[in-house]
């Protein structure tokens, strides 16, 4: 059984940095990729970051520059190191596995951590 954890969430003063890290527990077969989400109070859930199994990178607009997603294979961790916080970056943030569809035709999130807390006061 697959599972996504997260840490790192906090409470920060606008400028400053966090850093958040997923662990996955379990094999993730057909992984093609992973990535970051966060959903701010009373707004939908959206894309910051993804990183595919060869390394790159995609950055939502609002967060290039300051975000900076990472991963290590051989510990099953995924990070993203956020830099120059905004009041704006508030949010839960969530950590996403993709893997490959039965046909091996499309590339879809499929599992899902609980989230963690971002505060950032200004």
């Known amino acids: 059984q697959v599972q996504l954890v997260e840490s790192g969430g906090g409470s920060v003063q606008a400028g400053g940095s966090l850093k958040l890290s997923c662990v996955a527990s379990?094999?993730?077969?057909?992984?093609?990729?992973m990535g970051w989400f966060r959903q701010g109070p009373g707004k939908e859930r959206e894309f910051v970051s993804s990183i595919d199994t060869y390394g790159n990178p995609m950055y939502a607009e609002s967060v290039k520059g300051r975000f900076t997603i990472s991963q290590d294979n051989a510990k099953n961790t995924l990070n993203l190191q956020m830099n120059s916080l905004k009041s704006e970056d508030t949010a839960v943030y969530y950590c996403a596995a993709k893997t490959w569809d039965s046909n091996g035709g499309s590339c879809q999130y499929v599992y899902w951590g609980q989230g963690t807390q971002v505060t950032v006061s200004s």
């Open positions: 379990g094999s993730i077969r057909g992984k093609c990729g």
